[in-house]
């Protein structure tokens, strides 16, 4: 078996933007891996933490202080929701919505990018295929059978793009899915604490408790 620069050469010129789109895959998908990691949290316990402070403590400030506490969208998103308590329940709504567009603005960040690859590398494979095949009837021509190394050597250019632009297109797409996956899990756990804290926020009110306020805002949690 050769050696990678064997292949490359043999690929020709088609390999390069080949080899640059999996360079930028695999950068986003080890970025995007660590970032959704980080961003994990328990929600439940999370959920449970500020439904304690908010009921049991009365303190919108403990509840903003537990969000600062844990990275991710759903921390960010139940922040920005606090922040607003006292404010009427559509402003409240509102603010937890734009917060939410927000993060999964960043969820998403880079996505583009892993999709654009695993389409675009099978494409460029076949246009290997069909520049090696183009290059092999061209020899065939020149030379006839006289020379079947000539012959080969498109073939063998055609098949090594086409397999190239699988390789990298196979593991993007299902690197892709994954982390669509576990980004609709995000948003699920978003729709679920938005609607636990409004929820809360009408059981407060219902109740006559008036808890502490937040102070003012502070840092938002980052994914």
Do not use: H
């Amino acid at each position: 078996m050769g050696t990678f620069w064997d292949y490359m050469n043999q690929g020709g010129p088609v390999m390069w933007p080949l080899l640059a789109f999996s360079i930028l895959g695999l950068a986003f998908t080890i970025e995007r891996f660590l970032a959704l990691r980080k961003a994990k949290i328990n929600v439940n316990e999370f959920l449970a933490k500020i439904r304690k402070a908010l009921m049991v403590n009365r303190s919108v400030r403990d509840a903003v202080k537990i969000c600062e506490q844990y990275q991710g969208p759903v921390a960010s998103v139940m922040k920005a929701g606090l922040l607003k308590y006292g404010q009427p329940k559509e402003d409240v709504e509102k603010t937890i919505e734009n917060a939410a567009l927000f993060e999964m603005g960043r969820l998403e960040r880079g996505l583009a990018v892993l999709a654009t690859t695993a389409n675009v590398a099978p494409l460029l494979g076949f246009l290997g295929t069909v520049t090696g095949m183009i290059n092999s009837f061209d020899q065939l021509a020149k030379q006839g059978l006289s020379n079947p190394a000539a012959v080969a050597a498109g073939i063998s250019e055609a098949l090594i793009t086409t397999a190239s632009g699988l390789i990298i297109a196979i593991p993007i797409q299902l690197a892709y899915n994954y982390f669509t996956s576990r980004i609709n899990k995000f948003v699920r756990d978003i729709e679920t604490a938005a609607n636990m804290l409004i929820e809360t926020f009408g059981e407060m009110d219902r109740s006559g408790i008036t808890p502490e306020r937040a102070a003012e805002p502070a840092g938002a949690a980052k994914v």
